[in-house]
């Protein structure tokens, strides 16, 4: 970056600090990865200057016989990688898909039936409130068990009685398999159609270690750089059942995204994501997504016997949440807490949270970008132990009561765990551990 450093010093400072940190830490955000070096040069390419709305062959600027060459490429690679017989490549990211999909599929007013959010859903998949999936349509939440997993013979008879125009079938903070032959088998009783976004398992499923649910539902989206490891962005995929409800489909998305929703899309990123749709191919990048499940089900296994509680009771994917309500501490002074130890997570809402989602009982972490770094089974014993010892040095802390007190709280509180000599010394320790593990 000597370029930057002189044109902008304290920005090339900020990015060599960032580096820094993420070279240090043990980064346990379950929707966190690293990409390759080759994903980055892509990215970071002269293909930032070029606009090319419009889709190949077909764009409303000059100039574009390689940008078309790359996007086709990518879109190909998507295509082959799921098995689908389309692909979109230019959202920018999950929740401009998301809002592709739907004004593509639905009229203004019609039912989307999601995971709440608190179960482990998204915003996007008809949070009632606070976007725009809850207020331009009708939506119907489904939830999970007490255990923390959804009954599907409840999601059926919610179904029945609702009957969504479509069903989300996505998560971002579910540890367990999603039957997606069981929900094909519901909506086709509803005549609902099906979105399965799997942002955060589609590595996972291109590598073949989890079930695809392309078979079963009609339009399939993800983000690109979470488990998939390439760049931020986001695919949409129309599948052949798809295609046999409306052989529109693919030309409606693609209509969503451009003129509808967005502009030009961004070149740099659709060749990164082509890049990474070819390391996907490879056997080391099949590997890898076993590795994930590996590990994170070896890790949920060793904070288990630690003696803390994991909802659901353990983890079929790449991630898990820890309940903490048995040790009555929140999320919050967790995460802040592991991070003064070098390992960082996020608080997360637990199935059934009594508390509010800004101070919840839980946290969310996970295995994808510290297998990336070539950490295995042995690493995962360890790294159980260290966040068992840190949540046992702040298990003293209690929420309060009175709601206007809360905030101050945690702000204390967090300026207390940075200068606690315990976690800071095991800070110390696992920066050392980290950094024998490089990052691409
Ligand atoms: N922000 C993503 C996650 O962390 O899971 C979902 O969009």
Redesign the pocket.
Known sequence: MTKLLKIDTHIAKLIKLETDRQKDVLEM?P?ENYASTAVREAVGSILTNKYSEGYASRRYYQGNRYVDEIELIAVERAKKLFGTPHANVQPYS?SPANSAVYFALLAPGAKIMGLKLSAGG?LTHGHPDVTFSGHYYKTVQYNVEPNGIIDMNKAETQAKSEKPDMIVVGT?AYPRNLDWKRWRKIADQTGSLVLADI??IAGLISAGVLESPVPYVDVVMFTTHKTMRGPRGAVILVTEKGFKRDPDMGKKIDKAIFPGLQGGPHDNVTAGIAVCFKEAETAAFRNYAKQVLVNAKLLSDVLQKEGLTITTGGTDNHLMVIDLRPQKVIGNIVAEALEVANIVVNYNTVPHDSNPPMYPSGIRLGTPAITTRGMKEREMKKIGKWISLVIQEVVHYRLPEAKEERNKFVKNVNGEVWKNKKLLGLGKEVRTFARKFPLP
């Open positions: 955000i929707s999950g998204h971002t942002s955060h």
